[in-house]
């Protein structure tokens, strides 16, 4: 009787171990799959507030494979990591540029620019891509949102 308790408790433990094994290969391909062509890139965008902010982070995420957008109102520039298997940079200026703003490559859609609230309508002249504040851009645009 010993024996055979003694024989089902080592399948016991060679069954469990097999087992273990799977579930460990079944996780690493898991995690290949969740692995993406992480690409980030930072080019300048005009607007003026909160309100554009919105907007610009709205067409930037709303292209298949943008994983983040993040618009800065003072330095007139956003950080966008995206997916580079889904899209590409200039698939991500042309979203925001149909929303009506203009990048540093692509012009803003004219009649997507006449239905922005007065106060999203900023200067085609503005400067993009500021290491600082543009003057009078103190950073108190950030308590609208």
Given at each position: ?145
């Amino acid at each position: 009787m010993k024996k055979v308790m003694l024989s089902i408790a080592v399948l016991a433990v060679i069954g469990m171990t097999s087992c273990k094994n799977q579930t460990e290969e079944k996780q690493e391909t898991t995690e290949e799959v969740k692995e993406m062509a992480t690409a980030e890139t930072t080019f300048g965008v005009r607007g003026n507030c909160s309100m554009c902010k919105r907007t610009i982070e709205k067409a930037a995420n709303s292209v298949d494979g943008v994983v983040s957008a993040n618009w800065d109102i003072d330095l007139k520039k956003i950080d966008v990591t995206y997916d580079g298997a889904k899209t590409d940079e200039k698939a991500i200026h042309n979203a925001i540029a149909a929303s009506g703003y203009d990048t540093d490559k692509v012009a803003g859609n004219k009649e997507a620019y006449n239905k922005l609230p007065q106060c999203c309508q900023y200067d085609h002249e503005m400067k993009m891509s500021l290491t600082e504040p543009a003057e009078g851009e103190g950073g108190n645009h950030h308590h609208m949102e």
